[in-house]
């Protein structure tokens, strides 16, 4: 009852907000016009400098209400065997062709996993190091390593930022928890919840000496694959 109530308060809240962003957006080119035609310059630049920032803020309370939206849809997952050897190398493809992200593979690894939920996951996480990498960094990049840990698949998701504090780490997958201001505070509780509902753990790796989210899901047998 409570998942049905926040999805149609979202849908609610969706309507006026999409009328105020582009009412704002509007605006705004109003008062481009204006200020190459009148002599009220600084104050016509004032009023865009207003009118971009409830634009601003109107996308990022749409993207809370998309993340809302995603977590409330979500389903039971419809899990599938994904050979990771050919599935990674496409979704890079398809999702990160123009990012520097680079893809490290031992053997042939399999899980059962939804993989639209996967995808989720995987771009919500490259692109929270590609983000923070860039903070630090001129070149920012993302490496992802995948390997067995016993009768287990770890997908590493790499990246060369500041990492997460020490006094952070115990919040991170809190829904609406960021150290980001133009972040939601979602995506991570989101990828998490995706994680579970496919009997897999995301994990932040202190230790490491790169910022490491760990994905940990079950391996299948490959030769119970076979017969």
């Known amino acids: 009852s409570l998942g049905q109530l926040t999805a149609s308060i979202a849908h ?5 907000l999409a009328t105020i962003s582009q009412a704002s957006e509007l605006l705004m080119e109003d008062t481009l016009e204006a200020e190459n035609e009148s002599e ?3 104050s ?11 634009f601003t803020q109107t996308k990022r309370v749409n993207r809370i ?6 977590l409330s849809r979500q389903q039971s997952a419809a899990q599938q065997a994904i050979a990771l050897a050919g599935w990674i190398p496409e979704f890079i493809e398809n999702y990160f062709k123009e990012h520097d992200v680079f ?27 590609l983000r923070y990498s860039s903070y630090s960094h001129p070149h920012a990049y993302v490496k992802i390593e995948i390997y ?45 919840a995706f994680c579970e509902a496919n009997q897999a753990r995301l994990t932040y790796v202190p230790e490491h000496e790169k910022t490491c989210f760990r994905l940990i899901a079950p391996a299948i047998d490959k030769q119970m694959m076979r017969t």
Not at 44 to 54: C, F, Q, R
């Open 65 to 70: 209400i998309e993340d809302i939206l995603k």
């Open 148 to 192: 067995y840990i016993n009768n287990e698949i770890a997908i590493d998701i790499l990246d060369d930022g500041a990492g997460v504090d020490l006094a952070d780490i115990e919040q991170l997958f809190n829904p609406f928890f960021t150290t980001d201001t133009s972040g939601t505070g979602l995506g991570l509780y989101l990828s998490q």
């Open 44 to 54: 016509v630049a004032n009023n865009h400098e207003l009118y971009k920032m409830i």
């Open 103 to 129: 893809l490290s593979i031992q053997d042939q690894p399999m899980i059962q996993f939804d993989p639209h939920q996967l995808e989720q996951v995987l771009i919500n996480l490259i692109n929270n190091g």
């Open 12 to 16: 609610e809240i969706r309507n006026p």
């Open 40 to 42: 009220l310059s600084a």
